[in-house]
C-alpha cells in the first residue's frame, strides 16, 4: 500500500508571494491533517479535513488555508509569505477523524528568502 | 492548558545500554497517547497508542507504557539503527495531535 505522498519535497519562494503544497493520503483514508515543523516550536498542528470538510483548526493566521477534494486529496496553501513561515509542512493521514493513528508523509520543505 | 513535556532532549547510549524516554503530560480529557519516530528529513513514522492508564504495547526493542501522569517509551538493549528523534503527542477533545518537542536518541556502536 503507498503510503502518504506530498508534492512538492522542497519548494524555495520569496517573501510576499503564495504558495501551494499538495498531499495525497493512504488509499482509503478520508482525514488529511497538516502541521507546521520548526527547530523552535517543533511539530504543530495547522488544520484537519475530512469528507472535504475543515473539522478543526490551530492557532495559525488566516494567511494558512487548505481544503479537501472528494478524492480525499488535500492542498494547503499559504498567501502572503513571511520569513517565519520557513519550515517543513507534514501533512498526515488516518482512516477517519479522531482518536486513530495518524500516518505521515515526508513532508514538504519551504523556504522562503 | 495541555502541556506535554519530554526528557531527556537528547540521550546517548551505548550499543545494548538499556534506557527509558519520558512523556509527561497535563491535559484535560485525555483520548490518547502516541508515539512517533522521525529521523533526519523525513515524516514521524507512528509507533504506539496508548489510550489508558496501565496500557502497555510493544514492539522489537520499544516498550510504551502509560500512567495517568505520564508515559514512557523504554528501548531494550538498543542498536546503532534506533537513533532518531522520538516524539509523543497527545489527542485531546479536538481531533489533533499535541506534539511534544521529542528527545534525540544517539546509540553509538
Known amino acids: 500500500k503507498a503510503g502518504v505522498t506530498q508534492t512538492p519535497r522542497y519548494l524555495i519562494k520569496t517573501r510576499g508571494q503564495q504558495v501551494t503544497l499538495s498531499c495525497s493520503p493512504i488509499s482509503g483514508h478520508r482525514s488529511v491533517s497538516w502541521y507546521q515543523q520548526t527547530p523552535g516550536q517543533g511539530l504543530q498542528f495547522l488544520f484537519e479535513?475530512?469528507?472535504?470538510?475543515?473539522?478543526n483548526k490551530g492557532n495559525f493566521p488566516g494567511r494558512f488555508s487548505g481544503r479537501q477534494f472528494s478524492n480525499s486529496r488535500s492542498e494547503m496553501n499559504v498567501s502572503t509569505l513571511e520569513l517565519g513561515d520557513s519550515a517543513l509542512y507534514l501533512c498526515a493521514s488516518s482512516v477517519r477523524t479522531g482518536s486513530h493513528e495518524q500516518y505521515f508523509g515526508p513532508g514538504t520543505r519551504l523556504t522562503v528568502t | 492548558e495541555d502541556q506535554v513535556t519530554q526528557s531527556p532532549e537528547a540521550l546517548r547510549l551505548q550499543e545494548g545500554e538499556s534506557s527509558s524516554l519520558n512523556c509527561s503530560y497535563t491535559v484535560s480529557g485525555l483520548r490518547g497517547l502516541f508515539w512517533y519516530r522521525q529521523d533526519p528529513g523525513k515524516g514521524p513514522e507512528f509507533l504506539f497508542t496508548l489510550y489508558s492508564a496501565g496500557e502497555e504495547k510493544e514492539k522489537e526493542r520499544l516498550k510504551a507504557t502509560l500512567t495517568k501522569k505520564e508515559s514512557f517509551l523504554h528501548i531494550t538493549a538498543p542498536k546503532p539503527e534506533d537513533s532518531a528523534t522520538y516524539l509523543c503527542?497527545?489527542?485531546?477533545?479536538?481531533?489533533?495531535?499535541?506534539f511534544g518537542t521529542g528527545t534525540r536518541l544517539t546509540v553509538i556502536p
Open positions: 479535513y475530512f469528507s472535504e470538510t475543515q473539522r
Open positions: 503527542a497527545l489527542q485531546t477533545g479536538a481531533n489533533n495531535l499535541f
